[in-house]
């Protein structure tokens, strides 16, 4: 297989060649494709056999279509932006970048994708300003998200092939996720939370346990208790939008300062007034992405990175130790 990939130019050059073998006669041109150019989704490949940029011996052919072996497919294709945002320069704290991935510290209050009132001001954004090539790669390479209070490691990928692996990984569940929160409440071991999440019946943003919902699973242990409260290390399964943050209040120890699903303030007795003011006051989920790791999607290599807990939490752990 040949390839060249434009330089240089926030829009990427594709350009490949195979050859079908023998082997492959009487079968279809996706799914041919889909074997030969692992670094693309079938969908992908499928969009391009359409447009023409996919081609067999130099002729448009349907998706459907046989082959008989022995047939050169090509791909000529200058990739186009995948959204219409806006480049800007947002501080990003990069703990590892190479040619295909960034992994990034993210902090609090950044949110990861611009939606509906966050058309600016969010991590895409500045991805975008730091790396102009993302406009041509789903979402700007953003292959997992953390809610816009959550801090920690996230990885993005820097080109096309690149997140077609990830995305691959994230699937197959071989991504480590690995977090750290504080709770409310003494939880007396580890376990696992194993609890289908989906949209809660009635408040119709937030996520619930909920019988038709889909699998989800985190794993959970302590790491201290405090009284009335608990430091806790998660390990996530699947990767359900608000997971830990759900399954941990069904387990009724919701995470200190979520708004969203600790329900009402509660503090144990005998907190000191300092206490309780601290975490009235703590202002976001006390949600860390510590650790993660992957399968680098070029070299193949098993890859990881750990990030300390921010500034905020180490201070509510060092109240929480003073009672």
């Known amino acids: 297989m040949n390839q060249s990939n434009g330089e240089n130019n926030s829009s990427e050059q594709i350009q490949l060649t195979a050859r079908v073998t023998a082997t492959?006669?009487?079968?279809?041109?996706?799914?041919?494709?889909?074997?030969?150019?692992?670094?693309?989704?079938?969908?992908?490949?499928?969009?391009?056999?359409?447009e023409g940029a996919l081609r067999v011996d130099g002729e448009q052919r349907a998706p459907k279509q046989k082959l008989l072996g022995g047939e050169i497919l090509s791909i000529d294709v200058q990739l186009q932006p995948e959204g219409d945002w806006q480049a800007e320069n947002i501080p990003l704290n990069i703990v590892c970048e190479d040619d295909d991935i960034i992994?990034?510290?993210?902090?609090?209050?950044?949110?990861?994708?611009?939606?509906?009132?966050?058309?600016?001001?969010?991590?895409?954004?500045?991805?975008?300003?730091?790396?102009?090539?993302?406009?041509?790669?789903?979402?700007?390479?953003?292959?997992?998200?953390?809610?816009?209070?959550t801090t920690g490691l996230m990885v993005v990928a820097k080109t096309l092939q690149?997140?077609?692996?990830?995305?691959?990984?994230?699937?197959?569940?071989?991504?480590?996720?690995?977090?750290?929160?504080?709770?409310?409440?003494?939880?007396?071991?580890?376990?696992?939370?194993?609890?289908?999440?989906?949209?809660?019946?009635?408040?119709?943003?937030?996520?619930?346990?909920?019988?038709?919902?889909?699998?989800?699973?985190?794993?959970?242990s302590v790491l201290?208790?405090?009284?009335?409260?608990?430091?806790?290390?998660l390990n996530l399964e699947t990767g359900r939008t608000h997971q830990i943050r759900v399954h941990m209040a069904h387990l009724r120890f919701p995470i200190v300062g979520d708004d969203a699903y600790a329900g009402r303030f509660r503090m144990h007795k005998g907190a000191s007034q300092h206490l309780r003011e601290f975490i009235q006051g703590f202002g976001r989920q006390a949600l860390h992405a510590r650790a993660l790791g992957l399968i680098h999607p070029a070299s193949g290599e098993q890859q990881s990175w750990s990030i300390d807990l921010p500034d905020d939490m180490q201070a509510l752990l060092e109240v929480l130790a003073d009672g």
């Open 224 to 233: 201290q208790r405090f009284h009335g409260h608990s430091h806790v290390r």
């Open 162 to 220: 690149a997140h077609t692996d990830l995305v691959a990984q994230l699937q197959a569940r071989t991504v480590k996720r690995e977090y750290e929160a504080i709770v409310s409440g003494v939880i007396t071991g580890g376990g696992t939370i194993d609890q289908p999440i989906g949209r809660h019946p009635v408040q119709r943003t937030k996520m619930a346990v909920v019988s038709d919902g889909k699998e989800a699973r985190t794993h959970y």
């Open 24 to 50: 492959d006669c009487g079968r279809r041109l996706d799914q041919i494709a889909a074997d030969l150019f692992t670094d693309f989704s079938r969908a992908r490949l499928q969009q391009w056999i359409k």
């Open 103 to 149: 992994v990034i510290n993210k902090p609090a209050d950044l949110v990861v994708h611009p939606a509906a009132g966050n058309r600016s001001g969010t991590l895409l954004n500045g991805l975008l300003y730091h790396c102009p090539q993302l406009e041509s790669v789903p979402r700007a390479g953003i292959v997992h998200r953390l809610d816009k209070d």
